[in-house]
């Protein structure tokens, strides 16, 4: 039986999830098509009906990914505090969420070597959560408030990385810890 284009549609939507977050956990080269879609709860053969190549569907999760971390940083009413993205961003909770992290700490260093889509929505995502993070600097002229938010976003996502990189755990939390208390001082 056919679906329903709204069904079509539903499940895509539900693969481009899952994949956000089987690409948080595994990395790029290490995620197959299969372990996607059996973690969809579909079969591997139905993947191409929805997606022409796993760089589109890489290009589209890592979009929903970039999407939802920005909301997260924006809240209802715009830009939250500086304080309060480092503190959520620099959290054990970011570290250790993959299902909701931050495609940049996840996969930064793998997405230099996507296709031009993808590291052209992972730019675009960048350069919105340097924005967000520029706000927290009104009574800046635009160029300082931009360069000071370069240096943040850069030290946020690469301390992070760095979180989960070392296997002492204290190590990893104290990087955390350091780097919210350096960026909320700056």
């Known amino acids: 039986m056919r679906k329903s284009r709204q069904e079509a549609a539903e499940t895509r939507e539900r ?25 969809a709860g579909l079969t591997h053969g139905g993947f191409y009906k929805h997606f022409s190549s796993k760089d589109q ?10 999407e939802r971390a920005q909301a997260s940083m924006e809240g209802p009413r715009g830009a939250r505090s500086l304080d309060g993205i480092a503190a959520d961003y620099l ?12 495609p940049l700490a996840s996969l ?14 992972a730019s675009k995502g960048l350069e919105r959560f ?13 160029r300082e408030a931009n ?22 755990t204290r190590l990893s939390d104290q990087l955390l810890r350091d780097t919210r208390e350096f960026v909320t001082k700056a």
Request: charged share 25%; aromatic share 4%.
């Open 15 to 39: 693969i481009v999830a899952v994949a956000a977050r089987e690409f948080n956990r595994g990395g790029i080269e290490g995620t197959g098509l299969s372990d996607i879609m059996k973690a």
């Open 57 to 66: 569907l890489l290009t589209e999760a890592v979009s929903q990914a970039l």
């Open 91 to 102: 959290s054990k909770d970011h570290r250790d969420d993959f299902d909701s992290s931050c």
């Open 108 to 121: 930064g260093t793998e997405l230099r070597f996507a296709e031009s889509d993808t590291r052209q929505v």
């Open 130 to 142: 340097i924005s967000i993070v520029a706000q927290s600097f009104p009574d800046l002229p635009p």
């Open 147 to 168: 360069a000071k938010a370069h240096a943040i976003v850069s030290t946020m996502v690469g301390a992070v990385m760095l979180s989960r990189i070392v296997n002492d």
